[in-house]
Every structure is written in C-alpha cells, then in structure tokens.
Nanobody, 115 residues
Framework: QVQLVESGGGTVQAGGSLSLSCAAS????????MAWYRQAPEKQREMVAHIYVGGTTTYADSVKGRFTISRDNAKEMVYLQMNNLKPEDTAVYYC?????????WGKGALVTVSS
C-alpha cells in the first residue's frame, strides 16, 4: 500500500502563486508515473500534470506555461508550482501515483483563487 499526503494550497488572489507538495510513504517500491489532478465544484476530476520517473512531463492545455510539476525520487515527493493563478483554477487538488497497475490517491488539498 502507498499513502499519499498533500500539503500546501490555500487562498490566493488571481495572478498569484501557490505550491503543492505530495509525500509518498508505505510500500513505495515501483512507483512509476505520478500526477496531480483537480476537481472543481460540480465538475469531474481532471488531469493537471503527469511526471514520469525519468522526468518527462505532460500538462493539461489549461495550465501549460503556468504550472510546473517536479519530483524528487529520493525523497519520494512530487510537487506542483502554480503561477499566474486564475479563478478557474479553484479546485481540490489530488496527488496520484501509479504502482504496478494500481492507482493511489491522496485526500486532496484545496486551492482557492479569488478574483
């Protein structure tokens, strides 16, 4: 079992920045791709960014150029730096990790962007 715990988030004005961190613990051997997803009120959960073990990244079109995902494999951490935040970025952000075909999720961190 893998446990994921997000930290960071909070409330910021539009145009501001926030960062999220996610710590993996437990049986972490074999964790592959890690990702951030988000779910806004009354909307489906959507992918924000992926990062593979080697560092290759993918981003949703809505966050390209504003968000940066990174990971520290030695510390078993994944990060999301969010710049130039917009009110439509308001959501609960979830950390995700894939291990041998199983997906693990954190409990989420709330990000609120005021206009």
């Amino acid at each position: 079992q893998v446990q994921l715990v997000e930290s960071g988030g909070g409330t910021v004005q539009a145009g501001g920045s926030l960062s999220l961190s996610c710590a993996a613990s437990g049986s972490t051997f074999g964790i592959g791709v890690m990702a951030w997803y988000r779910q806004a009120p009354e909307k489906q959960r959507e992918m924000v960014a992926h990062i593979y073990v080697g560092g290759t990244t993918t981003y949703a079109d809505s966050v390209k150029g504003r968000f940066t995902i990174s990971r520290d494999n030695a510390k078993e951490m994944v990060y999301l730096q969010m710049n130039n935040l917009k009110p439509e970025d308001t959501a609960v952000y979830y950390c995700n990790a894939q291990q041998f075909g199983t997906a693990y999720w954190g409990k989420g961190a709330l990000v609120t962007v005021s206009s």
